[in-house]
């Protein structure tokens, strides 16, 4: 069975509504119930339906055994990219697990990350998946805070940040990755932004891939006239870096 294809999408919010009519008989054995507390609309991830129900009731049955409080609260929500679906109960304050005993028999996929705390009396299971929908954006600045800053900015958002390290050749390293969008900075140690920019729109392999400058340097119209798609002056503000993310990747 192909577990990863853009053709066998799993929508997540009917997903789930059909996991909780499956294990609501299993789960009233143990006097518990499934609760729906967030699912993020039209969340979606390139996992095959069958192999992303089976996760889920594995877990929710996993959970039930252990649980104390008479239900088990799920969420779903985009997270770095990725789509996240925890599963949160309670547990007696004197069991003694073990992640491998709460993990036992799900079945585990390369692309899928499936794991579990178990800090009494909270017990903890989450999945994560690859979206559909995420746009990923690679960003070039020496500033870790920034890079934490533009994390922080796409939380819960379809837009996955990655981080260019400052030893690659970023245009080569770009030609490698399948990026949406890049976020540049111009104020580099040992690199000129500016001439990173000129590079990325002349090869044609990345002339297509939108350019964000984010600088304190006040140079819009040097940014436009080299490629860049959008220009921002740092410090920057969360909706309107969303905004130019949307607008270059033709998305909302």
């Known amino acids: ?45 390139t996992v095959h339906p069958s192999l992303m ?3 889920l009731i594995s877990c929710a049955v996993r959970l039930a ?5 008479g239900e088990i609260a799920l969420f779903a929500n985009m997270e770095d990219g990725n789509a996240r679906i925890t599963m949160l109960t309670r547990t007696e304050m004197s069991t003694r697990l073990e992640v ?13 990350v499936v794991d579990a705390l ?14 559909s929908a995420a746009v ?21 958002t379809h837009y996955q940040i990655i981080e260019a390290r400052p030893e690659e050749d970023f245009v080569k390293s770009i030609k490698g990755k399948a990026v949406n969008a890049v976020v540049l900075d111009v104020m580099l140690p040992q690199l000129d932004g ?3 920019l000129m590079q990325l729109h002349e090869d044609q392999a990345t002339r297509s891939i939108p350019v ?34 949307d607008q270059v990747t033709g998305r909302s």
């Not at 491998?100 to 390369?110: A, K």
């Not at 178990?118 to 994560?128: A, G, M, N, T």
């Open 212 to 245: 964000v400058v984010c600088s304190v340097v006040q140079e819009q119209a040097l940014a436009l006239s080299l490629g860049a798609a959008r220009y921002l002056a740092k410090p920057i503000l969360r909706d309107d870096f969303i905004q130019a993310l």
């Open 65 to 69: 055994e252990h649980s104390a409080s």
């Open 136 to 156: 990923t954006v690679l960003v070039v600045d020496d500033n870790p805070d920034m890079v934490r800053f533009y994390r922080s900015c796409t939380r819960g």
């Open 194 to 196: 500016w001439q990173i």
């Open 53 to 55: 129900r089976q996760v």
């Open 100 to 112: 491998s005993e709460i993990l036992r028999g799900i079945l585990i996929d390369q692309d899928i």
């Open 118 to 131: 178990v800090d009494p009396p909270r017990l903890q299971v989450w999945i994560e998946a690859p979206s």
């Open 1 to 45: 069975m192909e577990t990863r294809s853009p053709e066998r999408v799993t929508h997540l919010e009917t997903t789930l509504e059909h996991v909780s009519r499956v294990v609501t008989p299993i789960l009233k054995r143990y006097g518990v119930s499934l609760l729906t507390k967030y699912v993020q609309r039209q969340l979606t991830v």
